[in-house]
């Protein structure tokens, strides 16, 4: 337990690292054209542009860090807090400050956070902005001193320490032993601590100086997860083999590495082709002399080409690096798939990717089953969810909205996945529980959705669907006299149940106050709290626009005592598996008499305008009306 904690703490944090530099990766792209066109070593060399390079490595580009960085933990005023406490490591520094800014970025931010938190109810009306304006001055201000006389220079020494690493492991041949830890820390998420924390600031210090670094290929090398998806193109089985070719494609032009982890998952024996791939293209970049003379990111071939100089033999090198990279995983690859008895479970090996990476993944959906066509004369739409309460009820109600505007004559339900009617002939889940969904109704046609409150899937579904509808009339009336037939929500939703402008420094303290609020309103025992946190962690409930719905698992509708709500705002936002959340709503649902209400708040929730309006309320009166107007 923990080794566990121990892995997702530096997880988050190589997750952190990464969300401050990939927004700025269009700054790093535009360095990496001005220097590679400019220099004296470019394709056009012109010493009046090329005076642009270090300006931008120096200033531009640690500024940039620092201020996202800021802004991650506290808004808009951490971010300019961070930033005026990345420039004193800059000013003090010799070198381009990245790590500096790493540091002082967020740390500028969370001072800010913590000062606001003590002043919160305490500045008299009029003297806000004054004391909001001075605040993030003399802080900063402070900050970038400290910064300055204390940071710099010890973040000089741990630079130059590895830089006589560095130097030290290329005059001994050393260097593509490196790929023992970086391949696979790339397959647990924590390549970003390496690549954006350290190879990237030595490796932009190398460019100034040699005009180009190796040190930028050792992550970035797409050679290795190349070898290893042809292998199961080759010697794959099932839906591994079937996607193997789009993945390699996704992985080796599009330069979305983590898309090949879930295949190494799959056969963990396969992270020593990864490995011995990757020691042989460094080899070959060290022995050819290839190098990039800006950052190539995402690691995709073209950006690789891109960031190379332009000379014949630096494209011959880094070419061959990437080439032979892909041969050695390949052939091992292959040796290990020919070879092994192991069932491949592509979706489980996706479910396990995103639980190692502590958030969603944009690539996890690539993995999902997927049938041809939506099937003709559709009757039954069912949404699903685990418990049937909260997410399925919301994305039901918004779909339900949608068939009806388009006159068609189509049941939209919703249920626990354990509950799956058997004649469903399209079932909408979220996309961690499709292949438990496919398990119990594998005849049906499955969308997986990542946002119930605005998916694009929505749409496309009723496109398809309005060619072909054959619901009879009565049948339709019969619907909706059910779903009109429910008890009145009157007073489901209460005035002293909704909660304006807290802060939660984690989903769990945000999920087990809204749990607390049902408990001391009466509408569920104690120990349901408990099974709202089992819910989210079996599958967020984040539900998109902002908006998250914890409630409880399947199970504990036991534990539910009468149907209510309760609404929290959170301005500042608290993070759901990655997700910036600023509306909650605990929801407890006993016998269907909370569905009305819920789908008022799903229709609302929909538009982010409504959002806003919510989030920016300044009573619980005002935030009621908003809700109730829909």
Known sequence: MAQSNIKVAVQKFGNFLSSMVMPNIGAFIAWGLITALFIPTGFFPNESLAKLVDPMVKYLLPLLIGYTGGK???DQRGGVVGAIATMGVIVGSDIPMFLGAMIMGPLGGYIIKKFDQFIEGKVKTGFEMLINNFSAGILGGILAILAFLGVSPAVDGFTGALVVGVDWMVAHGLLPLTSILIEPAKILFLNNAINHGILSPIGAEQIRTNGQSILLLLETNPGPGLGILLA???FGKGTAKQSAPGAAIIHFIGGIHEIYFPYVLMRPLLIIAAILGGMSGVFTFVLLGGGLQAVASPGSILAILAATPGNAGSYVANISGVLVAAIVSFIVGSLILKTGKQTEDLDEAARKMQEMKGKKSSVAGSFTKQQG?????VQKIVFACDAGMGSSAMGASLLRKKVKQADLNISVTNTAISNIPSDAQIVITQEELTPRAQNKVPDAYHISVDNFLSSPEYDKLIDQLKNDHTTS???????VSAE?????????LK???????H????????IRFAGSVLVKGGYVEENYVEAMIERDNMTSTYMGNDVAIPHGTEEAKKNVLRSGFTVIQVPEGVDFDGEKVRLIFGIAGKDGTHLEILSGIAITC???????????AKSAKELMAIIQSN
């Open 484 to 492: 009109n037939n429910t008890d009145s929500n009157d007073g489901l």
């Open 503 to 510: 802060h939660f420094s984690s989903k769990e303290e945000a």
């Open 473 to 479: 009339k009565a049948e339709e009336e019969k619907r």
């Open 232 to 234: 199961y193109c080759f």
């Open 373 to 377: 066509e939506v099937p003709a004369s």
């Open 606 to 616: 929909s538009d982010m305008d409504n959002i806003e309006k919510m989030v920016h």
């Open 72 to 74: 991650l933990v506290h």
């Open 495 to 501: 005035e002293e149940n909704v909660f304006l402008n």
